[in-house]
Every structure is written in C-alpha cells, then in structure tokens.
C-alpha cells in the first residue's frame, strides 16, 4: 500500500534544491551573512559628556543621573568631561515615553548624529526600595551595553 499523505515541496527535486542552495550557501564565504559594522567614533570615543534626560526634575532625576556617572565611571573606559564640546561622544541617558525603561543614545557632538540608542527594560517594583533597585540594575545594564558597543571589534576576515 502506498503513502497517499504527501508533504507540499517534498519532492525529490525540492529537496536536491533545497540540499544545493545549503551547500552553496555554506561553502561561499561572501553569500553568508556579515556582521554589520558600527561606527568608527564608538571604538576610537575616549571621552564622553553625560547629558540628562530624565524629564521629570528635582531628586530623583538627580538620583538617577548620579546612578548613570558611577556606572559610567565603573566602566574605566571613558574619561568623564563637563562640556559637550570636550567630548567625543554624548551619552544622553532617559527613559522611554511609557517610563518602563532607561534608555540611552549616543550622540556624536561634531556631528550631532544620534549614532546608536539601547535600552533596558526596568521591572516594576511595589515598594520604593524595590523599585530603586530595578532602576538601578537597568542602568548597570545599560552601562554593560555601553561597553559592549564601545569595545573595538576585530576585523572580519573578507
């Protein structure tokens, strides 16, 4: 008794084409997909200016801006300037219009070209203390992004 139960694009010819296309693809180094690169001015960035852009003020914008330079400055990768001008990035931390997230974006200050954004999704917390806290781990977390970002990549092989 034969199988009448077939499968769409189950033919043998299919699968030879499918099976050609893999090998092609897996053994020609220019068809698979590259890594993109990032902007040369986030690797050579040696200074950076922290621009606050937690829209609500008094303290606990200021609270969070402090939270942003320390982890910044934990990083030991940028040396932290007062001036835009001095610096060859601008890091401009705040959070997403909903409040559920930090967000940052990188800024070239000669340019004024946003050259990256990332954020990080902060837990909801009952309690005050709960809530500070997940702030703070979503900034950690941005601060982590940060380097990663910053962090020169090695060239890919052509």
């Excluded at 990035?89 to 219009?97: M, S, V």
């Excluded at 004024?112 to 909801?124: D, K, Q």
């Excluded at 997940?134 to 990663?148: F, G, K, P, V």
Aim: with cysteine; proline share 8%; hydrophobic share 40%.
């Amino acid at each position: 008794m034969s199988d009448t139960t077939s499968k769409p694009n189950s033919t043998p010819l299919t699968q030879r084409a499918t099976l050609a296309l893999t090998l092609l693809l897996a053994t020609t180094p220019h068809l698979r997909a590259q890594t993109a690169p990032l902007p040369a001015q986030l690797a050579a960035a040696k200074t950076v200016f922290i621009a606050n852009a937690f829209e609500a003020g008094g303290p606990a914008s200021e609270a969070a801006y402090n939270q942003v330079y320390a982890a910044v400055q934990v990083l030991n990768r940028f040396t932290l300037v007062s001036s835009p001008q001095q610096a060859d990035l601008i890091l401009q931390f705040g959070l997403t219009p909903n409040g559920l997230a930090e967000v940052l974006h990188i800024t070239d200050p000669k340019t004024n070209v946003r050259l990256w954004s990332v954020s990080e999704g902060i837990r909801i917390g009952v309690r005050g203390s709960t809530a500070a806290k997940n702030t703070q781990i979503a900034i950690n977390n941005l601060a982590n992004d940060l380097q990663t970002i910053c962090t020169p990549q090695p060239p890919t092989a052509p």
